[in-house]
């Protein structure tokens, strides 16, 4: 029997770049898509829409993985002053590519990516470590499970 208390184990998922860079932190996944504008606080960082799953939950530091953006163009300025508030997502993974998240993303400078060889919201869970290496299109996938 092993001293390990748990097994590592890892998942790659490939996509597109939209914005570079690399980062890591642990994942915070939504199959709800997000409203940038009224539906954060860019102060905090935390999504405040009423009826979102996550309603009370900051995003600061973690990896973001949702499916996409809703609501106004005004989607791109809420995130740009998480940036500046210092609370942005340390990254941003998404399945539906919009002109408004698109435009989020690049100002909030957080790597990010899109279209996957497999739905990271079937794969990622809250929780998850995730490094995030846009450059390349390479998000891996850090598990936990208990030793057998």
Excluded: Y
Aim: hydrophobic share 45%.
């Amino acid at each position: 029997m092993s001293d390990m208390a748990n097994v590592r184990d890892v998942i790659v998922l490939h996509g597109r770049c939209v914005v570079g860079g690399v980062a890591e932190g642990e994942a915070l996944v939504t199959t709800q898509a997000v409203s940038g504008w009224g539906g954060i606080d860019s102060r905090t960082g935390t999504i405040v829409e009423t009826r979102h799953e996550l309603r009370g939950v900051s995003f600061a530091g973690k990896v973001l993985v949702f499916p996409g953006a809703k609501g106004s163009s005004g989607w791109s300025n809420a995130f740009h002053l998480t940036r500046s508030m210092g609370v942005a997502p340390a990254a941003m993974l998404f399945n539906d590519m919009s002109a408004k998240i698109a435009l989020g993303a690049v100002v909030t400078r957080a790597p990010a990516l899109t279209d996957f060889d497999r739905d990271p919201l079937s794969v990622i869970e809250t929780g998850d470590w995730v490094r995030v290496d846009a450059d390349r299109g390479i998000v891996e996938v850090h598990k936990n499970r208990p030793s057998a």
